[in-house]
């Protein structure tokens, strides 16, 4: 079992930066890849970043179309953690985003995931 734990949400302004961070315990060592996923009110979840977790394997990130060009994933394999900096927040990205782990290779499907945090709440006022 993998635990994950989401922090570093909250409310901002139109183009502040927050940066979520997600801590996995347990059986840490058993994941391939670590996503962030978020979920506005009425909206279906939808995949934002991911990254291979394993420090042994090709490193490689995915980032949705919303989130090139302002948002970085990243990854501190010795703390277990993975993080994701967000920058020119825009009201759009209000929502619940939420941390995923798999066993498997990289995935942009929610469902395909083995492991979920509780997610953190970030709001963006304009």
């Known amino acids: 079992q993998v635990q994950l734990v989401e922090s570093g949400g909250g409310l901002v302004q139109t183009g502040d930066s927050l940066r979520l961070s997600c801590a996995a315990s347990?059986?840490?060592?058993?994941?391939?890849?670590m996503a962030w996923f978020r979920q506005a009110p009425g909206k279906e979840r939808e995949f934002v970043a991911g990254?291979?977790?394993?420090?042994?394997?090709?490193?490689?990130?995915d980032y949705a179309d919303s989130a090139k060009g302002r948002f970085t994933i990243s990854k501190d394999n010795g703390k277990n953690t993975v993080y994701l900096q967000m920058n020119s927040l825009e009201p759009e990205d209000t929502a619940v985003y939420s941390c995923?782990?798999?066993?498997?290779?990289?995935?942009?499907?929610?469902?395909?995931?083995?492991?979920w945090g509780q997610g953190t709440q970030v709001t963006v006022s304009s």
């Open positions: 347990g059986r840490a060592s058993t994941i391939g890849y």
């Open positions: 995923a782990a798999r066993r498997g290779s990289p995935s942009r499907i929610g469902y395909t995931y083995d492991y």
């Open positions: 990254v291979t977790w394993s420090s042994s394997t090709t490193y490689y990130a």
